[in-house]
């Protein structure tokens, strides 16, 4: 990738964004980093406020209030140079059926201009559709028409690049392509790859980090690995007898919650929990604990949780 840009920037940095239909606030008050290089998550429920933000970043429509950079470029001021190196699919990529791959990026280099032509082969390369690139588009599966829309990204050699949604619609094998391209795109390539996405097992899969997007404002960012870390509200509890445990931690103050599991029970509570404290309790009641451990969530349990509290709490 040729890095012109400013490329020690963070690829889009958002301060205070917010966009407003009417009473409406679909984007509220969003502070974010995305930092360059990385596979970055955009996560919430449909209607959250994801795309909203996207086409906001693109200048497809207009932030109430707030600041928003991108490559290091303030928006929307320095929107034509920061879009210089910025690729991006919002829903379905759009193609004239007709055409054939490579026409249809051609279509899009007049347009581009620059070194637009000369990346079509490569780019055709890049998304393995060289064999496939002189068939019309209408003949293409899904996920072909998903890595046209890629190539067609990577017609400006981006250093960043926007995806709203981007397996929508892809079957298993068509996500397992996409989630190699992506990977490679950061990690061989060195771009930024923002991708929206309600579906919490692929910004894990794919993403480095991601932030969590509820009713317009973000609720929780970090690694895939902080955001799914322990909370030190749950524990997981094996012991010999774990109906007498459900017993007897069921209802206690401060415990939320007891689940038996197959292998024992999940405890969860209102604030941190002292597992020294619980393991006494069993004990005392001549129950024998062999494994007392906190629990580590998968993202989707960390996403649902989150989301599932703000619900209570509103
Ligand atoms: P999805 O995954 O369903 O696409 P999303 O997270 O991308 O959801 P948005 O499409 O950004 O969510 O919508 C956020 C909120 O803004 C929703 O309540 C939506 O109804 C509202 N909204 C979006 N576009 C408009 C518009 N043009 N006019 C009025 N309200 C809008």
Redesign the pocket.
């Given at each position: 990738m040729n890095k012109t840009a400013s490329s020690s920037a963070p690829a889009i940095e958002t301060i205070g964004l917010t966009k407003r239909?009417g009473e409406?606030l679909?984007v509220d008050a969003v502070n974010l980093t995305v930092p360059a290089a990385t596979a970055f998550g955009f996560l919430?429920h449909?209607?959250?406020?994801?795309?909203?933000?996207v086409r906001t970043l693109l200048g497809l429509t207009a932030a109430s209030s707030g600041e928003m950079y991108m490559l290091g470029h303030r928006l929307p001021a320095e929107r034509g140079l920061a879009l210089a190196r910025v690729g991006a699919i919002v829903d379905e990529p759009l193609f004239y059926p007709h055409l054939t791959g490579r026409e249809n990026l051609r279509v899009m280099a007049a347009v581009r201009g620059g070194d637009s032509a000369s990346r079509i082969p490569p780019a055709l390369e890049r998304v393995g559709l060289s064999a496939r690139a002189d068939d019309a588009v209408k003949t293409y599966s899904m996920g072909m028409r998903q890595r046209l829309g890629i190539a067609r990204c990577l017609l400006c050699d981006p250093m960043l690049l926007i995806l709203d949604?981007p397996t929508n619609g892809l079957d298993p094998g068509g996500i397992l392509e996409f989630r190699k391209l992506v990977r490679e795109l950061v990690e061989d390539e060195g771009r930024t790859v923002f991708l929206?996405s309600?579906l919490l097992d692929e910004v894990e899969k794919i993403c480095d980090a991601a932030a969590i997007v509820d009713r317009?404002r973000v609720i929780a960012v970090g690694t895939i690995a902080e955001l799914s870390a322990d909370d030190g509200h749950t524990i997981l509890i094996g012991s010999s007898d774990p109906q007498a445990a459900l017993a007897l931690l069921q209802g206690r103050p401060g415990v939320a919650g007891v689940e038996l599991l197959a292998d024992g029970l999940r405890v969860s509570a209102n604030g941190r929990i002292d597992p020294a404290a619980i393991n006494d309790l069993l004990v005392r009641e001549g129950i024998r604990v062999w494994r007392l451990e906190p629990a580590h969530h998968s993202l989707e349990e960390r996403f649902l949780q989150m989301t599932s509290r703000l619900e209570m709490a509103a």
């Open positions: 239909f409406r679909a919430g449909n209607g959250a406020g994801k795309t909203t933000l949604e929206s309600h317009g």
